[in-house]
């Protein structure tokens, strides 16, 4: 089992920034991660993920401006988010793939993740 703890949530106004950590509880064999998002009335959407071989993916509404990365000596992924906008506003999840040598096929699909957690909001202001 692996708990997922995410932190950094918060309110800010349009424009600005916030940093996103999601701490695993040991290491995840697969280093594959991921953030996804959920506003209110909407589907969970893949924002960001981060491969074993440190490849990146983002979903296009957040490229430019969410940088995702990872501390596999922390076991923690962070997700840097800079100019943010009033459609930021959702739950943000963090997500991981606890499988030896996997590589999702589709990075920011939900199902390629087995582990989630509890999620940290963001809220964004016009």
């Known amino acids: 089992q692996v708990q997922l703890v995410e932190s950094g949530g918060g309110s800010v106004q349009s424009g600005g920034s916030l940093k996103l950590s999601c701490a695993a509880s040991?290491?995840?064999?697969?280093?594959?991660m991921a953030w996804f998002r959920q506003a209110p009335g909407k589907e969970r959407e893949g924002v960001a993920a981060?491969?074993?071989?440190?490849?990146?993916s983002y979903a296009d509404s957040v490229k430019g401006r969410f940088t995702i990365s990872q501390d596999n000596a922390k076991n923690t992924l962070y997700l840097q988010m800079n100019s943010l906008k009033p459609e930021d506003t959702a739950m943000y999840y963090c997500?991981?793939?606890?499988?030896?040598?996997?590589?999702?096929?589709?990075?920011?699909?939900?199902?390629?993740?087995?582990?989630w957690g509890q999620g940290t909001q963001v809220t964004v202001s016009s």
């Open positions: 981060i491969d074993s071989d440190g490849s990146t």
């Open positions: 997500a991981a793939r606890d499988s030896a040598n996997y590589r999702p096929q589709r990075p920011l699909n939900e199902y390629e993740y087995n582990y």
């Open positions: 040991r290491y995840i064999y697969s280093s594959c």
